[in-house]
């Protein structure tokens, strides 16, 4: 069975400082995407950083770094320098080919100015 | 500005109305989806469309009917409805055959049912 677990509902950090959201996944499939998707208050999910099965190397987009480790069947989210607009929900997704995306609980990060 | 709109942003209904959420997207793609999200629950699939078919229909109460009449537009129909239907649904759309294409989300409609 395919599944997606977030671990930490909610994370403090302090502005400036890096904060590590966990996400671990289950699939049989050898082929699948990761993501991570921030959805402020206002509701719109948005769309952070993707990271394929194949990827040889971590994915980084600005100042977000997915840690993938394939073994462990894990896809952490680091944010480095944060900010006070990163207050938000935070979900970790996989999508196989067919376009199926399941989503984990998500992460409440707070940013303490 | 997001590529995917959905409308009305924010709805409020009686259990005896009949009321429609529809979504509409520019970005060229050919699968479309609808999520609810409810409070300190995940985002729970409802239903998927790729290449104008219904491909997905987790198990949603027949209250809830979606119709995808092209590859741009979505709707989903709403009658009959019971307060624990109130929620966020998110519409959004990718490019359906592929693992590493990221899904586009819109804004949301929240749902209030009284």
């Known amino acids: 069975a395919q599944k997606i677990t977030q671990t930490q509902p909610g994370m403090f950090v302090q502005e400036k400082e890096a904060v590590t959201l966990d996400c671990t996944y289950d699939?049989?499939?050898?082929?699948?995407?990761l993501f991570w998707y921030k959805q402020p208050s206002s509701g719109e999910m948005i769309f952070l950083i993707y990271?394929?099965?194949?990827?040889?190397q971590n994915a980084t987009e600005g100042r977000y770094s997915l840690n993938f480790q394939k073994a462990r069947k894990s896809a952490n989210l680091v944010i480095s320098a944060s900010q006070l607009g990163d207050s938000a929900m935070y979900f970790c997704?996989?999508?196989?080919?067919?376009?199926?995306?399941?989503f984990g609980q998500g992460t409440e990060l707070s940013v303490k100015p | 500005e997001t590529g995917v709109t959905q409308t009305p942003r924010h709805l409020v209904m009686g259990m005896t109305n009949k009321k429609s959420l529809k979504c509409e997207q520019h970005?060229?793609?050919?699968?479309m989806y609808w999520y609810k999200q409810s409070a300190k629950k995940p985002l729970e699939l409802m239903f998927v469309?790729?290449?104008?078919?219904?491909?997905e229909n987790n198990s949603v109460p027949s209250r809830f009917s979606p119709e995808c009449p092209n590859s741009s537009h979505l709707f989903l129909h709403l009658h009959t409805l019971q307060p624990e239907d109130s929620a966020l649904y998110l519409c959004?759309?990718?490019?359906?055959?592929?693992?590493?294409?990221?899904?586009?989300f819109g804004e949301g409609s929240r749902l209030t049912v009284l």
């Open positions: 959004a759309s990718s490019h359906a055959d592929r693992a590493g294409g990221e899904l586009f």
């Open positions: 997704a996989m999508k196989h080919e067919g376009g199926k995306l399941i």
């Open positions: 469309y790729s290449l104008e078919e219904r491909v």
């Open positions: 970005l060229g793609h050919n699968a």
């Open positions: 990271q394929g099965s194949y990827d040889q």
């Open positions: 699939t049989s499939d050898p082929s699948y995407g």
